[in-house]
């Protein structure tokens, strides 16, 4: 296995890659890491709907983790873990504009991929599940979501990608698919059975129960006050704070104390 001063060398050349990238390639694979985070988080929450209650949402913490297996096995550009490019531009081996860029693309990607996969679930009529309590579960996920003050959801998402970027980095130590897979794993379920704020998650949670209650099979089954979801208050309310966190979560928490510790060069002392 690499070493923590190895993944950081290593990860050097994976950033400058990631920069570099066409910006039609990048966009396609943003899509498609916005689908398989889309498609990891319904198998979680169909998961979770078998059993229900705190058992139900370890089991779907259990299954979230495919996602994850998928964006880095398969090949794909997923923003938060994307966050980790402060460490070449900390190391002036690429500009901040460029991870910018890179972040911008790689966010409107995932957000594309993310929704076609809500509008998809929520068409192909996949939350009529358990007599269409998924699509219960669904909507008050997303009420919640958008229920919550600006500090909860900024925190959560720090906390959420301090996991996602360890994550992609323990991963970053393994030479060989098992370990890759096991790597990963861990940290990806306790973010999911915390309850912290991924951006991309939210990008298919928040649409799914918005499109559910454009259908009247679905919206006759909710009981919430559903008044508080809407568009708007998924991106004010959730998808805004919960990115900033993201953002401080994985590029500041993870990229930039990882670069102090491993890549920044010290001044000599003056004897």
């Given at each position: 296995m690499y070493t923590p001063g190895e993944i950081a060398e290593n990860y050097i050349q994976i950033g400058k890659k990631k920069a570099a990238m066409q910006a039609d390639k990048m966009f396609l694979l943003a899509v498609m890491a916005g689908i398989y985070i889309a498609v990891a988080g319904c198998g979680a929450s169909t998961a979770?709907?078998?059993?229900?209650?705190?058992?139900?949402?370890?089991?779907?913490?259990c299954v979230f983790p495919?996602?994850?297996t998928l964006v880095?096995?398969?090949?794909?550009?997923?923003?938060?873990?994307?966050?980790?490019?402060?460490?070449?531009?900390?190391?002036r081996?690429?500009?901040?504009?460029?991870m910018l860029r890179n972040w911008g693309i790689v966010y409107l990607g995932n957000l594309a991929g993310s929704v076609f996969v809500a509008w998809m679930v929520v068409n192909s009529h996949q939350l009529s599940l358990f007599d269409g309590q998924l699509a219960v579960t669904a909507v008050n996920t997303a009420v919640a979501k958008v229920s919550m003050p600006f500090a909860d959801a900024l925190l959560r998402g720090v906390l959420?990608?301090?996991?996602?970027?360890?994550?992609?980095?323990?991963?970053?130590?393994?030479k060989?698919?098992?370990g890759k897979v096991i790597g990963l794993f861990?940290?990806?379920?306790?973010?999911?059975?915390?309850?912290?704020?991924?951006?991309?998650?939210?990008?298919?949670?928040?649409p799914a129960a918005l499109f559910a209650l454009g259908?009247?099979?679905?919206?006759?089954?909710?009981?919430?006050d559903v008044s508080s979801l809407t568009w708007g208050s998924f991106i004010l309310k959730n998808l805004m704070p919960v990115t900033l966190g993201n953002i401080l979560g994985g590029a500041v928490l993870v990229g930039a104390v990882y670069w102090r510790i491993y890549l920044r060069k010290e001044q000599s002392s003056l004897l």
């Open positions: 979770a709907c078998t059993i229900g209650g705190s058992a139900g949402k370890l089991i779907g913490a495919a996602g994850l880095l096995l398969a090949g794909s550009e997923l923003f938060t873990g994307n966050c980790l490019l402060i460490i070449p531009v900390l190391k081996e690429i500009s901040v504009s460029a959420c990608n301090l996991l996602v970027c360890l994550a992609v980095w323990v991963s970053f130590a393994a060989d698919v098992t861990y940290p990806i379920l306790v973010f999911v059975v915390c309850g912290f704020e991924h951006s991309v998650a939210n990008m298919f949670y928040c259908h009247p099979e679905y919206a006759r089954l909710i009981t919430a």
